[in-house]
């Protein structure tokens, strides 16, 4: 149930904007191995000013996940979300940052207000 944050200047294509999603969601799916249909995307555009010292193919990508990945999983997120979104938009490794920020499942309240610790999410318990 990863949350993915995209920050980028303003002024792409909607298509642009939609290799970016789909890049990072594949790379979610085959990385941490969630559902193909557990997609929560935030994308958001910044006017230029708001992106200080960088380009304007310039691209945060921020993963909120449950704590546990392990390095490998995480590595393989990384390589796989540059290598998606700079296949799909014509963005080059360099104008991508990401990061993945690990919160423990009592930080997580979801289905109405239940702590995600105490629900069965029918997740592999290897990538909890």
């Known amino acids: 149930m990863p949350l993915i944050k995209i920050h980028m200047r303003d002024g792409k294509t909607k298509e642009q904007r939609k290799a970016v999603m789909d890049g990072a969601h594949a790379a979610l799916v085959s990385a941490f191995k969630i559902p193909v249909n557990d997609r929560t995307i935030l994308l958001t555009e910044y006017d230029a000013d708001h992106f200080d010292g960088r380009d304007e193919n310039y691209i945060i990508v921020e993963i909120l996940a449950y704590s546990g990945r392990t390095k490998d999983m995480k590595r393989d997120l990384f390589k796989k979300i540059v290598e998606n979104v700079c296949k799909g938009s014509k963005l080059v ?3 991508i940052f990401v990061v993945v920020n690990d919160i423990p499942k009592d930080n997580w309240g979801i289905r109405g207000g239940l702590m995600a610790s105490e ?8 990538a909890k």
Do not use: A, F, H, I
């Open 119 to 126: 629900v069965d999410l029918g997740v592999n318990k290897s």
């Open 93 to 95: 490794p360099t104008d």
